[in-house]
Structure formats: C-alpha cells, structure tokens
C-alpha cells in the first residue's frame, strides 16, 4: 500500500468534504434548511447515500447526519513519510468524499450551477436505470468504463470511445484535465454522446463520479435485492455482477485519488495513463486496484484485463465497426450518403422459410442498382428477402427472427434502420459510404448475426436485395399477404389454445426472486419477450432462462391459476411464492424483477385502477409517482392491488380478467393513452363498452391529479367502474 495514494487520497477527501461543507451551507442559506433535494424523478433518494447508509435524504438538514457519518470515516491527515499497512483508511476516505460529493451534486440542483446543460447530462434518472439496466441483465452491455479527465488529443479520445464502444461498454464522463475534458474531444471528433450511443457525458467536476456510483448502486437495490443500508452487500454484489472500471486520463489530483478510493470500494479499479504509484491486490479485490503508466493505445485492453471482462465479440465481414453500442445511432439528413424506405421509396424486409434445397447458404444477391448507381443524397427502393431454412425452423419462428433486422442492422456503425416489416427505413452514412459500405452488406450483416444469435434454428441463410422499384411493389404485394396472414395467426392465438407457457428468467441474475411467466396472451413485463419468443428462444438454447411450463390442470381460470404453474413457480422461487394468478392483480398477481413497462394500482374510491408507464415522471392520483411505485411492485414480491406489466398487456383479452378487464381503467397519462389508443377502442368494442366513448371516459393528467378529481371526472361521464363489483 504506498504511502503517497493514501495521503493524496485522504488530502483530496478532506478538499471534496470542505467544498461540500461550504455550498451545504449556501444551499441552506438561500433555501432553508427544511427545502427538499433530491435528483430528478427517482425513488432512491441521494442514491449512494441511501443505498449505503440506510437514510433517506429528503431535506437539506438530513444532510447533517451524513457529515457527522463522513467526519467519522475520513481519517486523520498522514504525511508522507508514513506507512499505512492496509488499505482500510483509504477506503473510508473514499466513501467520505462519494457522500460529500453527491452532497454537492444535490446541492447544485437545488442553487446551481445547474448538473445538466447542453453537453452534460447529469444524474440519471429511474426510467433511464431500469432501462438500460436490462442491457446488463441480458448481456448486451458487460459494464461501464467511468473516464476522468481527457485525451491527449482529440484522435486518441475518439479511438478509446470507438474500441469501448466496440467491447459494448458504456462510457461514463467525467471530470476534465486543464480546462479539456473527453466529451468535448469527442464532440469535436464529431462523435455523437448520448445514452443511446453509450457515451454519457455526467459532469464537468469530479464530483460527478458519484452519477456513475450511484447508478451501480440502484442497481444493486433494484435489480438485486439489495437492501437500503447493505453496505456489505451492495458493494459484493457490484465486485461481482458490474463489470466497471475507472480510467483516469491526464494529471491525477488529489481529489481525483479520494474518489478512485471511492470506487475501489466497489470493487472497480482504476487504470491510468500517467505514472501514478499503484496499488496491488489485497483484501477487495484479487486484481490491481491502481495501474499506471498505460500507453493510450493499449489502455483500453488493459482495463478489459485488469477488471477480468470477458468479452464476446461477433465477427460481421462488413467494412465498418459492429456493436451493439452503434444501435442508438442516429443519421442526420447531412450526413447520409442514401436512404431506403420511410415512405420516400416503396420498401419491405420479410424472412421466408425455404426448402434446405433451395438455400445456398451465404448467397447475397443484389437484384438492381448498387449504392455506386446513385448520388449523394439519393434513395433507393428496398426489398429484403431473407430465405433460410433449418431443421428447427417453423414457420411460428418467421416474425421472431424478421424483427432482429432492425437491431442487426443498427448495430453496424453509420447504419440506421427504423420500423419493420413493409414500413421500414434505412439509412447509409456518407462516412459508411466512404468506408466502404455497400447494400449487399446488409446481407452480410444478416447471415452473420442469423447464424450467430439463431444458429440453432436455421442451419441456412441466404439474402436478396431488390432494388428495382417495379419488383419491389410487386413482391411487397406478396409479401403484404403474408404480414396479413400471420396477424390472422397470432390473434387467433389465445391462452385456451397452447397447452405449454414459457418462463423467463433472465432477470435473476439480477433480480433472483423473480420469474415471467410468458403466455399468448400477457407477454413479459419487460414488454421484450412474447410468447413466441419464449418458444424460440428456448428452441435456440433448451437449458438457457426460457424454459416451457405445462400448464397441467387449472386450479382457478378466473384468476389464470394452473397448478403445474404453480408448482414450476414455487420450485423456482424456492417456496417463496406459492401460487401466482396471470389474470388478477389482487389474488396472488404476477411479481415483477423492475423491468415492467407499466404499473397498475388500485384507486378504492373510484372501483377501478390507474395504469402508469415509466416514461411519465409525474405525480399520479395514487398519491405516488411511477419510481416510489417501482419501489412497491418490484424486487419479486406480490402485492395485491399493484402488478407490474408490459404495454402490450393493457389491451389482452385477459388484462386483469378476474378483476373484469379494460373497463377497470379509470387514469392514464395522457401519452400512454395514446399508445394503446386503437386496441384498447377495440378490445372496448369486443365488450360492448362503445369503443371510443368508453377511451374518452378514461382520465388522464389533464383531468387530475388526486383520485377525488379522477373520481369527479368519472362521475360527470359515468365511467362503467363506478357500476362493477367492489375489486376485493
Ligand atoms: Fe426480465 Fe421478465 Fe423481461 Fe424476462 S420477460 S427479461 S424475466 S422482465
Ligand atoms: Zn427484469
């Protein structure tokens, strides 16, 4: 343990603690110390804070508590002529100056500067956690890379954002090194930041580290159960399932050294390019905690190393870089060599499955004009035709794996794709273009990835490419007739008719009390996985998280209990949930790892219930708003009157079945309504509820806010609730 860390570190806990001691007190003399403070729309308070300490920041005095906790931790100053034997010391000091700096953070939101302008992103809130927290749970994200200061120059940023893009990382930012910071390299590389491209610029200071800490910290608590205050647990569950690291870039400062210590609490070490004096494994970690002197050109392979990722990378024979991280990648105008579709041109994609006899495996064919044909700034009509076939294939797998097309082709660099089916939309960028990049590599992205994510259902791939308007309309015709066909299919598909549901378990590795039970007709709460998927996807991997459930015999098809159900239920949540209704939200309902696409929660006044979805970060008449909602339904346990869904859910014929359906609904925000709009007019009709009336008597934000003015509004228009059966 060398000397010198320990007294940077401790000299910049006390720096950070004294910043955060002085604008506690601005904050308290322009506010008052009763003022709220908290970090937009999330349900876990100053989040490392809360999630280490127990206590729920809710005003600004709360804070006093948690100074006397950091003047506790941080130890007495040592020079550097002494010898620290452990590291103990300079792991509180780190754990201080987390706190003092989310004490900070809190209270710039509250005085400013304001976390968030036009570059940085500041904390980041529920709706974006649970969602890009899924990517850690299935894999499609291993981590995050937390980077403090800059790159040399603006070349060296962009390369490191590229090869951690490439590894699927995202890429925390913070912090700058003499006035530069790496998110402005990027930007001036002409990189586009964001979460959707994995580049996250949190903050411009230090003190922005705790954004990157403290969504590992939700994480912990929402996703593995995780209590408030499991200090212990928390930071074993991030050594073990959060794959981060910390790359620092440029001058080290003392402050930057307390909050590294603040991060090698959990377990994630940090790696430098200058020469700073390293820490070697003991106690924490079985790997270095501090490596220095990395050449930029090898940093990115180091902390890959150092922090042990293994990382699995598909090959796609195509001119320009592929990875997940490029999905969110959105083509300007200005920057598009060609486009295909969006309603400028005729276009399409379907897969078909052919006789092995008719599939020359690997087969790409362009059938019209090239991208060499046409101007800059030009379109092209698009048909894909994917024809492939396997022993596994059924034709119940076509839709599946016709909707890859979108997330294959998004992830190759410069690539864009939106929609589906005959009301897609793709565009080339000019740098792709420049690349190398040519339509018959769509193709190539599509038979590499069919035979790397499905490799187990179809043994064959081959693709067309038409790009000669008169063909495309007249094979869209074709092809529209099969969209119709399989529509027809996939309605007629109802619970009664499949004798086998499919389980998903995908979300225990975070959530480990928690399983989906995926039926025709209420898809997994997460809103990703159908059916169908489950029944594919346990085709492609049969010991993998989808595994058949046969229903066996019903106990109670009112509330959608079957006793196999059951029993496959119980086993899996080692006895901790005995039964599990698909069909009511008040006897025994389905529970919920976080991942839900909505909530819905009785509202007794009105004899019905308000559905929210997560997007909506306003108050609802339940008196909660969707995080402290979150809070009640997640982390695997039933409770009645509350279940987590899927959108898709709302308008089944078995949405709240034994509770009696859609005429439940009596709120929902205003967009969220929207959404569902035409099928939920439809399933209205089915009942005989007068479709669009029926939608119209449902409030929304702009009717209240309180369940007496949702209960006002009902009235007034006599919504169908008031008439039903008491709910319990
Ligand atoms: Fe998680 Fe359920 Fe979605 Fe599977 S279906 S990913 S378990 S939320
Ligand atoms: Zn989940």
């Known amino acids: 343990m060398s000397i010198i860390i320990a007294a940077a570190a401790i000299r910049g806990a006390y720096k950070i603690v004294d910043q955060a001691k002085e604008i506690y007190k601005k904050a308290v003399e322009e506010k008052g110390a009763d003022s709220p403070v908290a970090f937009p729309n999330t349900g876990y308070y100053i989040p490392i804070i809360y999630s280490m300490t127990g206590i729920a920041v809710e005003k600004l005095s709360d804070f006093d508590e948690i100074f006397a906790e950091i003047d506790r931790l941080v130890p007495e100053p040592v020079d550097e002529e002494f010898w620290l034997p452990y590291l103990g010391p300079v792991l509180d000091a780190g754990m201080a100056t987390l706190y003092a700096e989310e004490i900070i953070e809190a209270c710039k939101y509250l005085i400013g500067p304001n976390p968030v302008d036009d570059l940085w992103l ?36 962009v390369e490191i954002a590229r090869k951690l893009q490439e590894k699927r990382l995202y890429v925390f930012m913070h912090s700058n090194d003499n006035g530069t910071s790496f998110a402005e390299q990027l930007v001036e590389g002409g990189v586009q930041l964001g979460w959707d491209t994995r580049l996250v610029p949190f903050g411009r200071g230090i003190t922005s580290a705790v954004y990157a800490l403290g969504f590992a910290s939700r994480a912990a608590l929402s996703f593995g159960g995780v209590q408030p205050g499991d200090f212990r647990r928390n930071l074993l569950y991030n050594k073990n399932r959060v794959f981060a690291f910390v790359m620092a870039l440029g001058e080290v400062t003392d402050e930057w050294y307390a909050t590294a210590a603040g991060a090698i609490n959990y377990g994630f070490p940090t790696i430098a390019d200058s020469d700073i004096p390293e820490i070697l494994p003991t106690g924490i970690c079985t ?12 940093i990115v392979e180091k902390c890959i190393e150092v922090r042990g990722l293994k990382v699995k990378i598909s090959e796609v024979p195509i001119p320009v870089s592929y990875s997940p991280a490029f999905e969110g990648e959105r083509i300007r105008k200005d920057d598009m060599y060609c486009e295909f579709g969006g309603n400028r041109t005729p276009a399409f994609e379907w897969f078909n499955t052919l006789d092995s006899k008719d599939v020359e495996d690997g087969k790409i064919e362009v059938i019209g004009p090239e991208i060499d044909d046409i101007e800059e700034g030009g379109n092209l009509p698009l048909g894909i035709v994917i024809e492939g076939s396997g022993r596994k294939m059924q034709s119940d797998f076509e839709p599946v794996l016709e909707r890859q097309v979108h997330t294959f082709i998004n992830e190759a660099q410069g690539i864009w794709h939106m929609g589906q089916r005959d009301i897609n939309w793709l565009r080339i960028s000019k740098d792709a273009k420049k690349a190398g990049f040519k339509i018959e590599h769509f193709g190539s992205i599509l038979h590499a990835m069919l035979h790397e994510k499905y490799g187990k259902i179809v043994d064959k791939i081959q693709v067309k490419l038409y790009t000669e308007e008169a063909k495309v309309l007249e094979l869209r015709e074709k092809v529209r007739k099969v969209y119709g066909q399989r529509d027809e299919r996939l309605a007629g598909m109802v619970d009664e008719s499949v004798d086998t549901f499919y389980s998903c378990s995908l979300c225990q590795s975070f959530a480990p009390d928690h399983i989906c039970v995926i039926t025709p007709e209420r898809s997994g709460l997460c809103g990703a996985y159908s059916w169908l998927d489950g029944k594919a996807a346990y085709e492609i991997t049969p010991t993998g998280p989808n595994q058949p459930i046969a229903k066996g015999n019903a106990v109670d098809a009112t509330i959608g209990q079957w006793d196999k159900v059951n029993d496959f239920i119980s086993s899996t949540t080692q006895g901790k949930i005995e039964c599990m209704s698909a069909y009511s939200m008040i006897v025994d309902p389905m529970t919920s790892c976080g991942c839900f696409e909505c909530i819905s929660a009785i509202l007794p006044s009105t004899n019905g219930i308000m559905i929210v979805n997560r997007e909506f970060t306003g108050m609802t008449p339940s008196g909660m708003k969707f995080s402290t909602l979150a809070g009640t339904v997640g982390g695997g346990n039933q409770t009645p009157g509350f279940v987590g869904h899927s959108k898709h859910y709302i308008s089944s014929k078995k949405f709240i079945f034994a509770e009696g359906g859609v005429q439940r609904i009596v ?21 005989g509820l007068g479709g669009e009336a029926f ?8 009717h209240g806010e309180t369940e007496e003015e949702i209960m006002e509004y009902i009235t007034k228009v006599g919504h169908p609730a008031l008439e039903m059966d008491e709910m319990f």
């Open 695 to 702: 939608f119209d008597k449902i409030a929304d934000e702009t």
């Open 667 to 687: 709120w929902m925000p205003k967009a969220l309504k929207d959404d569902v709009k035409e099928q939920l007019i439809k399933r209205a009709d089915e009942l």
């Open 122 to 157: 500041g904390a980041a809130d529920d709706v974006i956690m649970r969602e890009r927290g899924i990517q850690f749970v299935d894999g499609t994200a291993p981590g995050f890379a937390a980077i403090a200061g800059a790159a040399p120059d603006v070349e060296t940023a």
């Open 287 to 298: 790997y270095e905690h501090v490596v220095s002197n990395i050449p930029h050109d090898q």
